[in-house]
C-alpha cells in the first residue's frame, strides 16, 4: 500500500510538471484527500462542528436552559415538574402527536377546526381586561359556552379532546383547542400555521363570554353582519375571506346548526358520522375548492350559505374571493396568517412571548459530516504514511500544503526528451 501511494505520487509528479500550475495544485491536492487540513470540504466539516448549529434549538422562549432540558428529558406524564409558563412544551409536543392520531382513526379534522374559531371568535377588541375582553382562553370547555346555539355539536369535539386533556395535565384547554385546530388544518393537506402557545386559561364558567358573539350563517344582510363581527375581533375584509376557507372542510347539520341537507352523495358515507351538507366534494381536504364551488353554485348537493355567498357579492371581498378561486398558494398563504391571527385574539400568554413548538425547532441537530463514516475503503492515513508522502513532496521541491514551486528547467528537458523521442519514432 505504502509503495502504491509512493509511487502514484511520483508518477503525478511527472504528470503534473507538464500542466499549468493551477492544475496542478489540484491535482496534487487530490492525491492527498484527507492529509491536507487545507482541504476546502475538510475545514468546512471541522468548521461546522465548532460553529453553532444554525438550526435552532428547541425553543421555549421565556424557559432557562435547565428547565427545557428537563422538560425535553421527561415523558409526557411527568413532565409537569418541568412546566415553564402556562403550557409545557414536551407536553405540546406529544399531544400533538396524539391529535395525529386521532385526526387518523375518527377524521374529525372540521369539528377541531370548529371548536379552537369559536373558542377565539368571542374576542371584543374594544375590552381591554383578560378574560372580560374573551378570545382563546378554554372557556369554550364550560357548559354554560357550550349550550350557545352557534355552538350546537361542539361537545362533540369536547369529548373527543378528552383523553388528550386527561393525559396531558400540562397543556391547558386554551391551547389545546388552538393546537387542534392547527394540526388539523395541517394534517388535512392545509398551509402551515405558525403558532404559538402558552395561553392562560379562565377558570369558572362565570367568566364565558355571552352569548351572540360569534356569526350567524343568514342575516338580513350577510356582508355587514361579517363586517360588524369580525371587525369587533380586529380581523379585517380579507381575514373574512381567507378564513371562511376553512369551509372548504366539513359539514353542516341541520340537527346541529339549522343549516344544510341531512345528507348528500358526498356525505351519506362518511368518513366519521354519515350526514349533513358539505361545501366540497372532497370535504376532508384542505384546498381552495370552496373559492371555486361557492362562486359556480352548481351542484345542489354542495352547501353555500348566505354569508359564504357575500364573499361574492360584496366587492371588496369578491378581490380575495376571486383570488383565491384562482390562486391556492395566495389562499394559503392569507389563510395561514390570519388562523394564526386568529389563535392567538384576547389570549394572555404566560411567558408573554409564547411558546414555540415548530417542527423545525424540533429538527435532530445534524452531526458534523465525516467522510470516514461513509466511505467503505478510505482510512485516514497514518502519521508514518504522511511524513513519507510530506518527503517525497518535498524531495521535489513541493509541499502537500503549498503549491510546487515551477521548475521551469526540468520541464524544458521533459519536453526536448518528449521530442526526441517521438522524433525518433517518426523517424523509425
Ligand atoms: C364567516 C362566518 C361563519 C359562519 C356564518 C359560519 C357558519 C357555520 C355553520 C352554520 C356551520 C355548520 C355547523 C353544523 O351544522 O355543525 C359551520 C361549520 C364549520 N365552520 Fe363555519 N362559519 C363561519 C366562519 C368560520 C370560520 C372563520 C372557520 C374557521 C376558521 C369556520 C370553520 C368551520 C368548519 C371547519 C365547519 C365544519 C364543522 C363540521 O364539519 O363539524 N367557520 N360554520
Redesign the pocket.
Known amino acids: 500500500m505504502a509503495e502504491l501511494l509512493s509511487s502514484s505520487a511520483s508518477l503525478s509528479y511527472i504528470g503534473a510538471c507538464l500542466l499549468p500550475p493551477a492544475s496542478r495544485r489540484a491535482m496534487i491536492r487530490s492525491a492527498l484527500p484527507r492529509f491536507s487540513p487545507r482541504r476546502p470540504a475538510y475545514f468546512r466539516a471541522v468548521a461546522a462542528s465548532l460553529r453553532p448549529s444554525p438550526v435552532p434549538s428547541p425553543v421555549h422562549l421565556g424557559c432557562s436552559r435547565g428547565a427545557l432540558g428537563r422538560a425535553f428529558r421527561s415523558s409526557h406524564g411527568s413532565a409537569a415538574a418541568a412546566k415553564c409558563g402556562a403550557s409545557d412544551p414536551a407536553q405540546l409536543r406529544s399531544a400533538r402527536e396524539d391529535i395525529r392520531g386521532l385526526l387518523k382513526s375518527k377524521y374529525c379534522h372540521?369539528?377541531l377546526?370548529?371548536l379552537g374559531?369559536h373558542d377565539a371568535?368571542t374576542y371584543d377588541k374594544s375590552i381591554k381586561e383578560w378574560p372580560q375582553r374573551g378570545g382563546a382562553n378554554g372557556s369554550l370547555r364550560f357548559d354554560a359556552e357550550l349550550k350557545h346555539g352557534a355552538n350546537?355539536?361542539l361537545i362533540n369535539a369536547l369529548n373527543l379532546l378528552k383523553p388528550i386533556k386527561e393525559k396531558y395535565a400540562g397543556v391547558t384547554y386554551a391551547d389545546l383547542f388552538q393546537l387542534a385546530s392547527a394540526t388539523a388544518v395541517e394534517e388535512a393537506g392545509g398551509p402551515k400555521i405558525p403558532m404559538k402557545y402558552g395561553r392562560l386559561d379562565v377558570t369558572g364558567p362565570e367568566q364565558c363570554p355571552e352569548e351572540g358573539k360569534?356569526?350567524?350563517?343568514g342575516p338580513p344582510s350577510p356582508a355587514s353582519h361579517?363586517r360588524e363581527?369580525?371587525y369587533r375581533m380586529g380581523l379585517d375584509d380579507k381575514e373574512?375571506v381567507a378564513?371562511?376557507g376553512?369551509?372548504t372542510?366539513?359539514?353542516?347539520?341541520?340537527e346541529?346548526?339549522?343549516?344544510?341537507k341531512p345528507e348528500t352523495k358526498y356525505t351519506n358515507d362518511g368518513p366519521g358520522a354519515p350526514g349533513?351538507q358539505s361545501w366540497t366534494v372532497q370535504?376532508l381536504k384542505f384546498d381552495n375548492s370552496y373559492f371555486k364551488d361557492v362562486k359556480e353554485q352548481k351542484d345542489e348537493d354542495l352547501l353555500v350559505?348566505p354569508?359564504d355567498a357575500a364573499l361574492f357579492d360584496d366587492p371588496s371581498f369578491k378581490v380575495y374571493a376571486e383570488r383565491y378561486a384562482e390562486d391556492q398558494d395566495a389562499f394559503f398563504k392569507d389563510y395561514a396568517e390570519a388562523?394564526s391571527k386568529?389563535s392567538n385574539l384576547g389570549a394572555k400568554f404566560d411567558p408573554p412571548e409564547g411558546i414555540s413548538i415548530s417542527d423545525d425547532a424540533e429538527a435532530p441537530v445534524p452531526e458534523p459530516f465525516k467522510a470516514a463514516k461513509y466511505s467503505s475503503g478510505k482510512r485516514e492515513l497514518s502519521e508514518a504514511m504522511k511524513q513519507k508522502i510530506r518527503s517525497e513532496y518535498e524531495a521535489v521541491g513541493g509541499s502537500p500544503d503549498k503549491p510546487l514551486t515551477s521548475n521551469y528547467f526540468l520541464n524544458i528537458i521533459i519536453f526536448v526528451a518528449l521530442l526526441a523521442i517521438l522524433t525518433s519514432l517518426l523517424g523509425n
Open positions: 372540521p369539528i377546526i370548529r374559531w371568535g350546537a355539536g360569534l356569526p350567524a350563517a361579517l363581527v369580525f373574512i378564513l371562511s376553512a369551509h372542510l366539513g359539514r353542516s347539520r341541520p346541529r346548526s339549522g343549516w344544510g349533513g370535504w350559505l354569508t388562523h386568529l
